[in-house]
């Protein structure tokens, strides 16, 4: 399974990616993005399984990207990671049509709360 | 008069008076978002003491901006050497011997982010978070609430802060000119 993380912070990315190996998802190919544009960029290119992005970066938001993605027909799983954890921006990711929104700060066992049922 | 309705002023105060950041959020609660984001991302055992200490002279500061019912900044302000010391456990086995300047800034203001993130959630209406800043942080005005906080003994201090008629902060390019990380 391919997972592309996106976030405009290069050390949030590295704790996502490391907290995915915590939570037991180690044997993933994980793609970097490091904005929303990057992130819908390498849906295309790189065709993840599974597509874990923050909300608020700089060029295009996660928000943004979910969108256009949508638009153009792709239906790959989508998760925020994002510090905005109110129960408005759920309902705003849900409508978007993301799986689920982990707020930071998250554990592993957040992680696998959220995960479990989407990575095989 | 039958009828008459007296004008105690209430409904000025609540159209036309700014929210005030101390009506809205506790130090209490500053501090349990804080040590909620140490336990996760630092680590278990890293414990935010609600004491006061000293700023070093070499602080640095990251923040986040609010705009909402309430506008302002959830400022993060610590010394540089504590900043490195962040940015080393955020990143864990990827720290490399010489941390990047870049890499202090992006640590420091991911955490900004995350308290910044959590301090919106528990505030009244609809709110937009802007994206982490790192430099000099402007002075806080009369409405801002600061929490003094010790980490490993080491003085950091969250303040929100509302923007209004606040001085304007240096931008981090500024900051990087004069006091590279």
């Known amino acids: ?55 608020n970066m700089p060029n295009m938001s996660g928000m943004e990207c979910l969108q256009a993605m949508r638009a153009s027909g792709s239906a790959v799983p989508f998760g925020f990671v994002t510090s905005e954890g109110s129960p408005e921006m759920r309902e705003k990711a849900a409508s978007a049509g993301a799986l689920f929104l982990i707020a930071k700060p998250f554990t592993e066992d957040t992680f696998k709360e959220h995960l479990d049922g989407v990575i095989a | 008069m039958t009828g008459s309705v007296t004008d105690t002023g209430d409904r000025r ?27 996760a ?48 456990c955020l990143l864990a086995e990827h720290a490399p011997p010489v941390l990047d300047a870049e890499d202090v800034q992006d640590a420091l203001g991911e955490l900004a982010n995350v308290v910044g993130g959590n301090v919106k959630a528990v505030l009244p209406g609809h709110s937009v978070l802007g994206l ?42 500024q900051y990087e000119n004069e006091v590279p990380l």
Not at chain 1, 4 to 31: E, F, K, N, P
Not at chain 2, 16 to 39: C, G, H, M, N
């Open chain 2, 132 to 173: 982490p800043e790192v430099g000099s942080a402007p002075e806080p005005g009369p409405d801002a609430l600061r929490v003094d906080l010790l980490w490993r003994g080491q003085s950091l201090t969250i303040t929100a802060q509302g923007s209004a008629g606040a001085p304007t902060a240096r931008t981090n390019n």
């Open chain 2, 41 to 88: 991302l630092i680590g278990d055992d890293e414990f935010l003491v609600p004491l006061p200490g000293g700023l070093p002279d070499d602080a640095v500061s990251s923040w986040v901006e609010i705009v909402g019912a309430w506008s302002g900044s959830v400022v993060l302000t610590c010394g540089r050497s504590t900043a490195e010391q962040l940015a080393r």
């Open chain 2, 13 to 39: 105060r609540t159209s036309d008076a700014p929210l005030l950041i101390t009506e809205l959020i506790d130090e209490e609660t500053v501090q349990s978002i804080a040590q909620e984001a140490w336990s």
């Open chain 1, 1 to 55: 399974m391919k997972i592309l993380v996106a976030d405009d912070s290069r050390v949030m990315r590295q704790i996502v990616i490391r907290t995915l190996r915590q939570a037991g998802y180690d044997d993933h190919d994980i793609v970097e993005a490091e904005d929303g544009a990057d992130a819908l960029a390498k849906v295309s290119s790189e065709k993840p399984d599974l597509v874990l992005s923050d909300w």
